[in-house]
């Protein structure tokens, strides 16, 4: 007697697998409420509630009435290679070739690229945690194990040397790191940039890449100063630099990102993903890029922003220190200290009153 196979599943078991970001799926519950009539402040969506400014505007249209509407290059308009390559080395004191650099339609493609480019089945793969979904939806689509680095309160949210040491092993595949982090806003310091960096040379093979995404760059408080670790000595051969317009400018709909890869080769990979999956972002975007990137009008617009944000953050904050019986924020003015949730705040204990 046999036994008859089971119906196929309409969906491949990798459907099941792959995980996503929730706070799309909150959109829609938030948009049901708005149009009920009921004030929202959205919470959700790392998305600058500030206005493209005008200057890169009028590049995208100018760049549309010169019929700049096609297919192009899939690694991204050499034009817009050139302009990341240049403000990264002079930002980071590093010498990117723009054959090294991969345009995408935003911060997400290139993650999980990496996972599929440099993570095999059952290998290991580091993420903070808490930290961005996408860093970790995608380990189960590729068969790897995840190992979370827990960001301890007690560290001011920051990813020390301490944390990351035990989970380093031959099993590693690929590192996250995340800094400006999303969500806990930590900065990192050059002091423990060199830390991590010296332990991941000493107890990880050359061939193991760090993925830095650096998408909140330009948004920090209170003097801190973004430092990439792929500046570290030794790390530029490792590293894979990634951010774009989204935050910075902010152009969340513009989807232009970038990736700065260690290598030529591993870019023409990047680049062959590209087009099996996307082909090319719009050119007209890509003008629009460059304008964000080379325009001086740019840097007092990005301030604004951040100065906005800056008081506001430090209105929430006020906010939760006179809440009794919750973790208290403390402000510490001084430098020199690791990583610490927005704008170098450390968190202690508060008793109920």
Known sequence: MTT?????????????????????ALGG??????AEGERVIRCNLGQPD?????????????????????????????????SVARSLSQKHGLDIDPSRVVIYPDGRPPIGFAHMAYSDADEEVI???????????????????PVPAILREDDGCGLTREVLAPLLSDKTG???????????????????????????????????????????????????????????PGMEARTIIASGCSKTYPWTGGRVGWAVYPTRLEAQAARRLAINYFASIPLYNQW?????????????????????????????????????????????????????????????RQTPS
């Open 4 to 24: 008859a196979a089971p119906p196929k599943r309409l969906f491949a078991d990798r459907v099941y697998g792959i995980g996503t970001e929730a706070a799309f």
């Open 29 to 34: 519950l938030i948009a049901q409420v708005e």
């Open 50 to 82: 500030f206005p493209l400014p005008q200057h890169i505007k009028d590049a995208v249209k100018r760049a549309i009435d010169d019929g700049l509407t096609t297919y192009c290059d899939p690694q991204g308009i050499p034009e817009l290679r050139a």
């Open 127 to 145: 993420y903070p945690s808490p930290g961005y979904p996408l860093f970790e939806s995608f380990i189960p689509l590729f068969r790897c194990i």
């Open 174 to 232: 690929l590192i996250f790191l995340n800094f400006p982090s999303n969500p806990t806003g930590g900065v990192a310091t050059r002091e423990q940039l060199k830390d991590l960096s010296e332990l991941i040379l000493e107890k990880t093979t050359s061939n193991v890449r760090v993925y830095s995404d650096e998408s909140y760059e330009a948004i920090t408080f209170d003097g801190d100063e973004h430092i990439s670790i792929a500046s570290m």
């Open 288 to 348: 629009g890029a460059i304008e964000a990137i080379e325009s001086p009008l740019s840097a007092p617009a990005i301030k604004e922003m951040v100065d906005a944000f800056q008081r506001r953050r430090d209105v929430v904050v006020s906010g939760l220190n006179a809440i009794a019986g919750v973790t208290r924020i403390l402000r510490i003015p001084q430098r020199g200290r690791s990583a610490e949730c927005h704008g170098r705040f450390r968190r202690v």
